[in-house]
């Protein structure tokens, strides 16, 4: 299998493919310092140091053991995320960050087969779309391990549109050859068996099978590779629309068993300007949260880095970037296959990007007949959320049309690049542009458009949480944006992206 550099990658995808590695590792190797001035301030974090207590914890795996088709109905348990246990959060159950800090070398949990397998789901996607699965392991020389993070990419590359599709690692399904187990188990079986295509076979058709995607590439990053990748690009500009603190070592560089190296980290709300360090922090930490947020996470600076990318020129320099950073990506796809892909990366923006999560309601968590928790497909609602996410959106591509011009008109610095973040993942285009002043207590939108129609008017309004927002209409005054939106105190940057209407 040929390995490339994730700048080889001509479109979004690829380039998003650096994130996932990192983010479900917890190396802390010393970097040299980035090769970068900050040019964007990002907001004061507030770090409280605090103690770290690795000795209290003993590694232990429990029995994973499947269930047959014949096993009484199960026993759906609350969604909620526990609360975390004291300084930094143990789950006894074996977390990804934790089991890489104590690292046991082990054989992959075996499921028995069952007797008879659920049935495969009809194919969802046809050829008109290419299929990347993005690949995050925890992979180390003597030991096990799992892909913890993997990211469905659906592209229609003439439509210019894309789909991500953030699974959990903890997902519930059935493994061919194997049995019922958790997905992040898929691909390290794969290798050890000797399944055709090895993990990456085992792990393509497990999808297929479970979630009707058919994959036609994969990707899978090592972990050292991202922070390099963001210090190269400069940094990237993450916009933080609520506030997030989790544990982070004080120094990368730093002994992580010393109790005395950890300290709680906040950053945002704000556009964060992030090193490498500080990007794979923000996209990989689950301690006070919990998968499903880190999948949000991921999936922001996912667009940071592609917006990025585009800003600097990154898709025209693939030949030259093939092979600088050869062991940062493992993947099926060669040279040929980026550059014919090429010319379609500079017409993609990150309004072109829908984001989905497989999360309640279309998982519940279980526990198995061994211990496991996992999560239950809930196949109503997952089943209708995938054909929303492999189908071609319409009103997708009428809203690629509408350019929204975003004014702060508060003091409160970055609000306009958070609403414009928002406006994005609705599937606005949007652009930034300086209020005539600084004190609107409220929030307006003016209707440049020729029909002013209240209902095209109001999915922006709603997709900012303005319900309240003073209207104008001043049809035709603008022949550069359809709509401009004036930021007032009332606005609240906080939202979740899965909860945006696409």
């Known amino acids: 299998m040929k390995t490339f550099h994730p700048y080889t990658i001509s479109f979004l995808v690829f380039v998003s493919a650096v994130i996932f590695y990192g983010c479900s590792t917890v190396s802390q190797e010393a970097v040299p310092p980035p090769p970068f001035i900050l040019i964007t301030s990002a907001p004061n974090p507030s770090p409280t140091p605090t103690p770290f207590q690795p000795s209290q914890y003993t590694p232990t795996e429990p029995s994973l053991l499947s269930y047959s088709l014949n096993t009484p109905t199960p026993q759906i348990l609350p969604t909620e995320t526990p609360s975390p246990t004291p300084l930094p959060p143990i789950d006894p159950t074996a977390t990804a960050d934790i089991n890489q800090l104590f690292p046991t070398v082990a054989a992959p949990p075996v499921a028995e087969s069952v007797a008879v397998a659920p049935t495969a789901l009809p194919p969802l996607t046809d050829n008109e779309t290419i299929n990347f699965l993005l690949i995050g392991s925890d992979k180390r020389p003597g030991s096990s391990y799992r892909t913890d993070t ?47 295509g090895g993990g990456p076979g085992l792990l393509k058709d497990t999808i297929a099978y479970n979630l009707g995607i058919r994959i036609d590439h994969t990707a899978m990053v090592e972990f050292d590779g991202f922070r390099r990748i963001v210090d190269t690009l400069g940094g990237v500009e993450v916009p933080v629309a609520c506030a997030y603190t989790d544990w982070r070592l004080i120094d990368p560089s730093y002994d ?33 949260s919990n998968d499903f947020d880190r999948g949000r996470r991921q999936q922001e600076t996912l667009r940071a880095i592609f917006a990025k990318a585009l800003q600097t020129d990154t898709f025209s320099k693939i030949p030259q970037l093939y092979n600088d950073f050869s062991s940062t990506v493992i993947t099926d ?131 900012l949480n303005l319900y309240s927002a003073n209207v104008i209409s001043m049809p035709g005054a603008s022949d550069q944006v359809q709509y401009r939106v004036v930021l007032g105190y009332d606005y609240d940057p906080c939202f979740q992206p899965q909860d945006l209407s696409h």
């Not at 599709?165 to 997902?171: C, M, T």
């Not at 005395?260 to 923000?282: E, I, K």
């Not at 409160?412 to 406006?423: F, K, M, Q, V």
Request: glycine share 8%; no cysteine.
């Open 150 to 196: 993997l990211v469905i990419a659906i592209v229609w590359l003439k439509e210019g549109q894309v789909s991500l599709i953030s699974i959990p690692r903890d997902l519930w399904i059935y493994i061919p050859t194997v049995g019922m187990q958790r997905i992040n188990t898929a691909y390290q079986s794969g290798e050890i068996t000797g399944y055709t």
């Open 333 to 463: 796809a060669g040279l040929g296959d980026l550059l014919l892909m090429a010319p379609y990366a500079v017409n993609f923006t990150n309004a072109n990007i829908r984001g989905y999560y497989i999360r309640p309601p279309y998982v519940s968590s279980w526990m198995t007949p061994g211990g496991a928790a996992v999560l239950l497909p809930n196949e109503a609602e997952l089943g209708q959320m995938l054909v929303e996410a492999t189908t071609l959106s319409t009103s997708a591509v009428e809203r690629q049309t509408i350019n929204v011009d975003v004014q702060n008109g508060t003091s409160i610095d970055s609000l306009d690049a958070l609403a414009a973040s928002r406006l994005n993942y609705a599937g606005y285009q949007t652009i930034l542009s300086n209020s005539d002043r600084r004190d609107y207590a409220s929030s307006m939108i003016i209707d440049f458009t020729p029909g002013q129609d209240p209902n095209q008017r109001q999915t922006i309004i709603s997709a």
């Open 256 to 288: 992580p068993y010393n109790e005395n190296n950890w300290w709680l980290y906040t950053v945002g709300p704000g556009q964060v300007h992030m090193d490498g360090d500080l990007a794979l922090w923000y996209a990989r930490s689950r301690s006070k």
